[in-house]
């Protein structure tokens, strides 16, 4: 027989205890026949397997003993400021703090005046503090927890954090290490890191963009997701270990290759789930680190002009000059929410000026320097997000009012997905020449562009101030360019209703999906369902041949990569993601 539910055979016994972080693990064995049925229900700690065997690391056995306090607030003047305290010792700290006073109830906000810890009630710290106790372990950091809400006066948060250490106490009283309360409720169960990420985001959200991308990551459900698949890839791999130490010597139910093929399902349906997510998360990036715009163009059409304009300031210089800009000139911009920085570059040319001779009767070529700036601007424009082709108006002598554009530029637009043709200097000339040259230009240069057919190019000024369009009454102006460009940006970032909790997906958190992915195709190619096996569906007599060893492992190694995700890894790797996550806190957090 093999592992039928209901002959779950149960061995406890006791193992060497483990150390992490200074906290003892105690692991206890559950022999592999229990596993089918238990392993959904072992969310909340720490599981490896070895040698088959799932094994779980339970609630720590021995209670931190310090505890820890901070401003939770920021320093400097305000109304009020908030200590935060957390640890064993909070009780000893509100009878220190207010000798005399009953105990409070729990989590119900009480006025206390504040004394000294060895003044005998004498030395008044704050006359009226609101004070709040939560008892552990439902509180934010799963210990319990005490909140001095006292008047935001630097000297008083000076006297009552001073006072606090002083306070008589079973264990020690410190001041918390940068993210620490987090991290302690992390370590107590209270979040996992996918839901510590989240806050950390929310903490550093600038735009509304990506406040509302990191509140939607503070759910929890990407950690049940990555721990549902984590232990959906453990139970596989469990189930495979026990084919392995047990196929010669018992007989069971499953065959080998009905198992395989029954894995490789799950496998599958992971493997979707994850491409799902790492598209998501491409999308979240845009919102979290900005999303690039390039301005392109020959020189002198005004790009820098029309960076000035949208930024709001001088970012960039202005001049008549061809080639004013030579270096990328980069300025962020909150544009309705969403965080974005735009690159001014160097205009394309390969002359000095267009149609220039040399003394020897050569086109006279450009110097190295603004050579490189274009060489910069090729790289910045591959870069980006978006890409700006900027083109202007001019009035020759010579040749009369015709368009100045730069073909290399328009092609460099057309290879992206999300880009603008812009027209400045709208100003040069009346609206009856403007309408003719654009569509000349629409028809004799867009039209021939792979990619820009059809594109109506968005006509503006930087110079005249009533040219800068509005987006209800005009299509163009530059009010039009930002228009068009938050249509742009909607179109990057969104997820549809169901999917919006993936905006939490975070770059760390990506790279993992990705290396978990790879593991997942060498399984499936040491089944024998890589790359050509898996169009067909499952074919169940490959299980036959599979290399059981190798699937297992890479198994292990997925479940690992999942593990890192919420910070339920492998035993070694759970302090260095926790170094990578909390360097980013603040102290109080
Ligand atoms: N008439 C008119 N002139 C403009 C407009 N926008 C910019 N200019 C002028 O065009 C010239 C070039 O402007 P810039 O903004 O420096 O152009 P650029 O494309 O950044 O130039 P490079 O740095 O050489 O690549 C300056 O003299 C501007 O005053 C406009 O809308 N109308």
Redesign the pocket.
């Known amino acids: 027989m093999y592992r039928g539910a209901n002959r779950c055979v149960y061995t406890c016994f006791r193992w060497p205890r483990y150390d992490i972080l200074g906290i003892q693990f105690r692991p206890i064995r559950l022999a592999r026949r229990s596993i089918t049925s238990s392993a959904a229900s072992l969310s909340g700690n720490r599981d490896l397997i070895e040698n088959g065997c799932l094994i779980r690391y339970q609630t720590p056995i021995q209670q931190r003993e310090d505890t820890i306090y901070a401003l939770s607030t920021a320093e400097g003047k305000a109304g009020i400021a908030v200590i935060r305290i957390s640890g064993p010792s909070c009780k000893s700290i509100y009878d220190g703090l207010c000798p005399s006073k009953p105990t409070l109830k729990p989590r119900y906000a009480t006025i206390r005046t504040l004394y000294h810890p060895n003044s005998n009630g004498s030395d008044i710290l704050d006359s009226e503090a609101l004070v709040l106790f939560f008892p552990n372990p439902k509180t934010v950091t799963g210990d319990d927890v005490l909140e001095l809400h006292v008047h935001g006066g630097s000297a008083t948060v000076k006297a009552v954090l001073s006072a606090i250490p002083k306070c008589t106490a079973d264990g020690p009283i410190r001041y918390a290490e940068p993210g620490e309360f987090t991290k302690r409720a992390f370590l107590n169960d209270r979040l996992d890191l996918a839901q510590v990420e989240a806050l950390s985001e929310t903490l550093s959200a600038e735009t509304e963009q990506q406040r509302r991308a990191a509140v939607r990551g503070s759910s929890g459900s990407l950690g049940r997701t990555y721990e549902d698949w984590r232990q959906k890839l453990l139970q596989a791999r469990a189930e495979m270990e026990a084919l392995i130490d047990f196929s010669e010597d018992q007989h069971f139910d499953e065959s080998p290759a009905s198992l395989v093929g029954n894995v490789t399902e799950q496998v599958r349906q992971i493997l979707q789930g994850i491409h799902v997510h790492e598209g998501a998360s491409e999308r979240s990036e845009l919102l979290r680190n900005g999303i690039k715009i390039a301005l392109v ?10 960076m000035n304009h949208v930024v709001g300031r001088e970012a ?10 030579r270096d990328i000139v980069e300025a962020n911009l909150d544009i309705r929410g969403y965080l974005c920085t735009f690159a ?1 570059t ?2 394309f040319r390969t002359t000095a000026e267009d149609g220039d001779i040399d003394s020897y009767g050569s086109e006279a070529k450009i110097g190295a320097v603004e050579e490189e700036g274009i060489r910069r601007a090729r790289v910045k424009a591959t870069q980006s997000d978006v890409i700006i082709a ?1 083109a ?1 108006i001019e009035t020759g002598i010579s040749n009369g009012p015709h368009i100045r554009y730069d073909m290399e530029t328009l092609r460099i637009a057309a290879a992206c997905k999300e880009r603008l043709v812009v027209v ?5 000339v009346s609206d009856e020449e403007l309408h003719s040259l654009v569509q000349q230009l629409r028809r004799d240069v867009l039209g021939k562009i792979e990619g820009l057919e059809g594109v109506q190019p968005v006509l ?5 101030a009533q040219n800068l369009g509005s987006d209800q009454t005009d299509p163009g102006g530059i009010k039009g360019v930002i228009a068009r460009l938050v249509s742009s940006f909607t179109e990057m970032t969104s997820l549809p209703a169901t999917l919006q909790d993936l905006h939490g997906v975070t770059e760390r958190q990506r790279q993992l999906l990705v290396q978990c992915r790879g593991h997942l195709e060498d399984y499936l190619e040491s089944v024998g369902y890589g790359e050509f096996g898996h169009e067909n569906g499952v074919d169940e007599t490959q299980g036959d041949d599979a290399d059981i060893t190798m699937a297992a492992e890479h198994l292990r190694y997925a479940a690992n990569k999942l593990g890192r995700i919420t910070g339920r890894g492998e035993v070694g790797d759970v302090e260095e993601i926790l170094g990578v996550i909390f360097e980013k806190f603040c102290v109080g957090k």
Do not use: M, Q, W, Y
């Open positions: 163009g020959p020189p002198n059409v005004g790009k820098s002009s029309f960039s210089i202005v001049s008549g000059e061809s080639g004013t800009t001014d160097a205009g900027l202007s400045n200097k709208r100003d040069a503006i000024s930087c110079k005249e």
